[in-house]
């Protein structure tokens, strides 16, 4: 199946500091990649869908302004989180679809892990 | 409600049992459906698609009831490697294909 990779797999970082987090799609290309949030024991929520070219669309109840999303090529989109607090702590994950395979399937990357102090 | 309702568990079975888990969902225009398995502090994987007139692969059998908004997955002579929360997805009819995930079942299978 495609590849998926995110970087930083785990990040640690002080309250009131800006962590980017970035999602590749390593052997096709991805015009829309999707932005997942999973907090202990919960289920993974989406966040927002990144296009590549254009803004990304949120999902309510996320701020726009917190959760900066930048798809500027087919492979990579970033997800910068702005002004971190403790309670932004979560395992964050994104996903892509093959667009090229015509299957709804979307792969998902290994996950980063923030934690901030 | 929940756009994805599951029993959380834990299931703990032991091996070689036959164990299966429910899903509901609540859109009933929702169109694609899939089960995946998620390790601890990993991401999801996806395990099998589920088609309406209900499909198997090897040990794995999925089934959907639409007109009960019901999904299934059953697991036949379990093996220790299948221990994992399973995943119940959804893909919602219309909009940019976003998957709604049910908090998962943690399946336990001791020796």
């Known amino acids: 199946g495609a590849v998926v990779s995110q970087h930083p797999s785990w990040v640690i970082c002080k309250s009131g500091t800006s962590v980017k987090i970035e999602c590749r799609s390593l052997?096709?290309?991805?015009?829309?990649m999707f932005w997942y949030r999973q907090f202990p024991k919960q289920s993974l929520m989406l966040m927002a869908t990144s296009n590549e070219g254009s803004k990304a669309t949120y999902e309510q109840g996320v701020e726009k302004d917190k959760f900066l999303i930048n798809h500027a090529s087919l492979t990579l989109s970033t997800l910068t989180v702005t002004s971190a607090h403790p309670e932004d702590s979560s395992f964050y994950i994104c996903s892509a679809r093959d667009l090229s395979t015509g299957y709804n399937e979307q792969f998902f990357g290994p996950g980063t892990r923030l934690t901030v102090l | 409600r929940k756009e994805v309702e599951q029993d959380p568990g834990p299931f703990n079975v032991p091996e070689g049992a036959t164990v299966a888990f429910n899903c509901t969902y609540s859109?009933?225009?929702?169109?694609?459906f899939f089960w995946y398995r998620q390790d601890c502090r990993k991401e999801p994987k996806l395990l099998m698609s589920v088609y309406s007139s209900g499909n198997e692969d090897g040990r794995f059998t999925a089934q959907l009831n639409r007109a009960s908004q019901y999904i299934s997955l059953l697991i036949r002579d379990s093996k220790l490697s299948d221990s994992a929360t399973y995943l119940c997805v959804v893909n919602r009819a219309t909009g940019a294909n976003n998957l709604f995930f049910g908090t998962g079942t943690r399946l336990t299978v001791i020796p």
């Open positions: 859109n009933s225009a929702s169109q694609s």
């Open positions: 052997d096709f290309q991805a015009t829309t």
